[in-house]
């Protein structure tokens, strides 16, 4: 089949990568799939758990609580690490080293802790209450925690890093000259950011928007500590399918359903990518 000796080797190199992602990726949401269409005990297949699952308001609203604030996430991560990543891309290569290092160091430290850390300032003795009471803008401690500004805050800082890392990346290989070329061209600084910088950065946009959605989504620690009881997301409601109700089908839907965003998602970018590459 493969008369080219490198061939065969390049194959051999790369057969046990290929059963390896087969085995302990392809395989196992295979059978997620076929347990989540399945129709009964039998062989039939359809959509029924999918159309119970949503027929129930209490799952439709953490359904859509869990897009929303992923998407808030993504959007706010974009914003804050654009100017970031071209700060970060900018520094000189003596001491970019270092800041590559601050970057990553949040990635270093387990995200339990991170998360208690905010449990921290959120609370009700909290720094960030206590800030509020002396400054004067409210009279007594607001009630942060157990919220979605306290999920949504905790997974801003928990996967800010994945999209600083992309677009920086990203940022590093624009060729130097474009942006003040553009400049002299009579663009200004927002017209230099949507004509040059953001169309020839958008793989990095890609790939950070699809981690750091895909991290939201996913997530069980952060919401779990932050959101509690009240603000449920799709993977606590997972868990406690599992775990409380022991209901392995419903668990099979909503895991069916994170995959299905999560393609949706990386999709969708990857279609405004090339959207915007071929204008």
Same mark, same amino acid.
């Given at each position: ?9 390049? *194959?051999? *190199? ?6 390896f ?6 395989? !196992? ?5 076929? +347990? ?11 959509v029924?758990?999918?159309?119970? &699952?949503?027929?129930?308001? &209490?799952? @439709? ?5 869990? *897009? @929303? ?8 991560? =974009?914003?804050?690490?654009? !100017? ?5 891309? #900018?520094?000189s290569?003596?001491w970019?080293?270092?800041? $590559?290092?601050?970057?990553?160091l949040?990635?270093?430290?387990s ?7 905010? =449990?921290?300032?959120?609370? #009700? ?13 409210? +009279?007594?401690?607001?009630r ?12 801003l ?17 624009l060729? @130097? ?35 750091? &959605?895909?991290?939201? $989504? ?19 409601? *997972? ?14 839907? =909503?895991?069916? =359903? ?13 279609r405004?990518?090339?959207? @915007?590459?071929?204008?």
């Amino acid at each position: 089949m493969f008369a080219d000796p490198k061939k065969r080797l390049g *194959l051999l *190199l790369v057969l046990p990568a290929l059963i390896f992602i087969v085995v302990c990726f392809l395989l !196992p949401v295979l059978a997620l799939l076929v +347990d989540a269409f399945r129709v009964g005990d039998g062989m039939q297949w359809g959509v029924d758990r999918f159309i119970a &699952f949503f027929s129930q308001e &209490f799952n @439709r609203t953490i359904f859509w609580r869990t *897009l @929303r604030i992923a998407v808030l996430v993504t959007l706010a991560s =974009i914003i804050l690490g654009y !100017p970031a990543a071209q700060a970060v891309a #900018r520094v000189s290569p003596k001491w970019r080293g270092l800041v $590559v290092g601050m970057m990553i160091l949040p990635l270093m430290v387990s995200p339990i802790a991170r998360t208690y850390a905010w =449990i921290v300032l959120l609370g #009700r003795n909290g720094a960030l209450n206590a800030a509020l009471v002396n400054m004067g803008f409210t +009279d007594e401690p607001l009630r942060l925690l157990f919220s979605e500004f306290a999920v949504f805050v905790g997974l801003l800082q928990l996967l800010l890093p994945l999209m600083l890392m992309s677009l920086a990346g990203a940022l590093e290989n624009l060729p @130097r000259d474009v942006e003040p070329a553009a400049a002299t061209l009579g663009a200004n600084p927002w017209q230099v950011f949507c004509k040059v910088t953001l169309p020839l950065t958008q793989e990095g946009l890609v790939v950070g928007g699809t981690l750091v &959605f895909t991290g939201c $989504v996913t997530a069980y620690v952060t919401p779990a500590l932050l959101g509690g009881t009240k603000v449920l997301m799709l993977e606590t409601l *997972l868990y406690q399918k599992v775990s409380v109700e022991s209901d392995f089908g419903a668990a099979n839907v =909503i895991a069916v =359903i994170l995959v299905c965003m999560t393609l949706l998602v990386n999709a969708g970018l990857k279609r405004i990518s090339s959207s @915007r590459s071929s204008v």
